[in-house]
């Protein structure tokens, strides 16, 4: 699916923002994350998980870095994202289901924190460029 | 399936008190409709649905929400008996909607979105987990029928 104009400028606006919080934002997709769904700690035995560990703030910032560059290549997110796709398929093996959970995780911490930003239109546009 | 703790049900059943079940249904099911536009197919009798603001502004779709979280309101109120609570709502589903089961799960998590959006930091990460379970149950008692 390709995004339109107005899509794509929802996303890049709705970056604008996000990046202005974006260690609290990854830090908080991620806690929901392993709340909402305990099996995904599995890829984080090494990890002390406890909000407000170190580890997850680190981990929570990379994330949120991640999808900033996503935004910011919204037109080849495919060759954009190769290396890190690579990673996660042959190194660390983390079954694709999970990717959706973790933008959904994201969704949830953006709809929370932005609520005049978060209209159908701002929700539905993230959706489109995966 | 999922269990719920006495913790889980009064953290669900005290976010659930503050819902407007109305605005809430309208919302849900047209942030569904349009967030996921296949869903669409269930819905032809509706009128206009050719643009976010139609589908929001769409007043069968709001009448039609406010009855969805008004079922989903039962669920709230019978955490320990789901399938029972939906066994005919499933049948219905399976043999006279020909919904997929996969639709449900959609709309759940659209409905965690939307208590989001509403409640803002007040649904935390463990008020997000709670709902979770709940939409995951209703999901599969709504599937539960199915043949």
Same mark, same amino acid.
């Given at each position: 699916?390709?995004?339109?104009?107005?899509?794509?400028?929802?996303?890049?606006?709705?970056?604008?923002?996000?990046?202005?919080?974006?260690?609290?934002?990854?830090?908080?997709?991620?806690?929901?994350?392993?709340?909402?769904?305990?099996?995904?700690?599995?890829?984080?035995?090494?990890?002390?998980?406890?909000?407000?560990?170190?580890?997850?703030?680190?981990?929570?910032?990379?994330?949120?870095?991640?999808?900033?560059?996503?935004?910011?290549?919204?037109?080849?997110?495919?060759?954009?994202?190769?290396?890190?796709?690579?990673?996660?398929?042959?190194?660390?093996?983390?079954?694709?289901?999970?990717?959706?959970?973790?933008?959904?995780?994201?969704?949830?911490?953006?709809?929370?924190?932005?609520?005049?930003?978060?209209?159908?239109?701002?929700?539905?546009?993230?959706?489109?460029?995966? | 399936?999922?269990?719920?703790?006495?913790?889980? #049900?009064?953290?669900? *059943? &005290? $976010?659930?008190?503050? !819902?407007?079940?109305? =605005?809430?249904?309208?919302? /849900?099911?047209?942030? %569904?409709?349009?967030?996921?536009?296949?869903?669409?197919?269930?819905?032809?009798?509706?009128?206009?649905?050719?643009?976010?603001?139609?589908?929001?502004?769409?007043?069968?779709?709001?009448?039609?929400? #406010?009855?969805?979280? *008004? &079922? $989903?309101?039962?669920? !709230?109120?019978?955490? =320990?008996?789901?399938?029972? /609570?939906?066994?005919? %709502?499933?049948?219905?589903?399976?043999?006279?909607?020909?919904?997929?089961?996969?639709?449900?799960?959609?709309?759940?998590?659209?409905?965690?979105?939307?208590?989001?959006?509403?409640?803002?930091?007040?649904?935390?990460?463990?008020?997000?987990?709670?709902?979770?379970?709940?939409?995951?149950?209703?999901?599969?008692?709504?599937?539960?029928?199915?043949?």
């Amino acid at each position: 699916m390709s995004l339109t104009k107005t899509e794509r400028t929802l996303i890049v606006s709705m970056w604008a923002k996000i990046s202005t919080q974006a260690d609290t934002i990854g830090t908080e997709t991620l806690e929901r994350l392993f709340l909402s769904y305990p099996q995904t700690k599995t890829y984080f035995p090494h990890f002390d998980l406890h909000p407000g560990s170190a580890q997850l703030q680190a981990h929570g910032s990379k994330v949120v870095a991640a999808v900033g560059d996503a935004a910011k290549n919204i037109d080849n997110i495919g060759a954009a994202l190769s290396k890190l796709s690579e990673l996660h398929a042959y190194v660390l093996r983390v079954d694709p289901v999970n990717f959706k959970l973790l933008s959904h995780c994201l969704l949830v911490t953006l709809a929370a924190r932005f609520p005049a930003d978060f209209t159908a239109e701002a929700h539905a546009a993230p959706g489109t460029s995966s | 399936m999922g269990h719920f703790t006495e913790e889980d #049900k009064a953290t669900i *059943t &005290s $976010l659930w008190g503050k !819902v407007n079940v109305e =605005d809430a249904g309208g919302e /849900t099911l047209g942030r %569904l409709l349009v967030v996921y536009p296949w869903t669409q197919r269930f819905f032809d009798s509706f009128g206009n649905l050719s643009s976010a603001s139609a589908i929001m502004g769409n007043p069968k779709v709001k009448a039609h929400g #406010k009855k969805v979280l *008004t &079922s $989903l309101g039962d669920a !709230v109120k019978n955490l =320990d008996d789901l399938k029972g /609570t939906f066994a005919q %709502l499933s049948e219905l589903h399976c043999d006279k909607l020909h919904v997929d089961p996969e639709n449900f799960r959609l709309l759940g998590n659209v409905l965690v979105c939307v208590l989001a959006h509403h409640f803002g930091k007040e649904f935390t990460p463990q008020v997000q987990a709670a709902y979770q379970k709940v939409v995951a149950g209703v999901a599969n008692a709504l599937a539960h029928k199915y043949h």
